[in-house]
């Protein structure tokens, strides 16, 4: 079975690390957050991986609070598997270094993220991904 996507589009919040920002230092990170269900009908056989398509790198990323070890796979694509921290309900908060941007741009103009869930091999392990 091939690989099924799930983008992970719109509504993103964006928070910043400067609340109080002031105009002449502007806030050096961005965190986008969002939400999401579970995806339904996985099988013992499938793994899910978080992946990140990004002309910016991923600072920190978190799935329930809990950070993602996230592997650079090429230039500019980010994954880490998450199938095992999948909650019915979850939060997804990723962290990038933004240059002088206020308010931090919208996530789609940089960066796309999806869900990838993949056919385990037979040693139980994720097909690469390509």
């Known amino acids: 079975m091939p690989d099924h996507s799930i983008r992970l589009r719109e509504p993103w919040t964006v928070l910043t690390n ?8 502007p806030p050096t990170r961005a965190v986008y957050a969002r939400k ?12 899910v991986f978080l992946v990140i398509e990004s ?4 600072v920190t990323s978190l799935l329930n609070d809990h950070t993602l070890a996230l592997v650079g796979v ?6 880490a598997q998450i199938d095992d921290q999948l909650k019915p ?10 240059e002088s941007h206020f ?3 919208a996530l789609n103009s940089f960066a796309e993220v999806s869900l990838s869930i993949r056919e385990a091999t037979a ?5 690469p991904f390509v």
């Open 18 to 25: 400067d609340s109080a920002h002031v105009l002449s230092q």
């Open 36 to 47: 999401f269900n579970r995806p339904s009908g996985l099988s013992q056989h499938q793994v």
């Open 55 to 58: 002309r910016a790198r991923p």
């Open 74 to 79: 090429s230039e500019g694509s980010f994954q």
């Open 89 to 98: 309900f979850n939060q997804l908060k990723i962290e990038f270094e933004q």
């Open 103 to 105: 308010p931090p741009p």
């Open 123 to 127: 040693e139980g392990l994720a097909i």
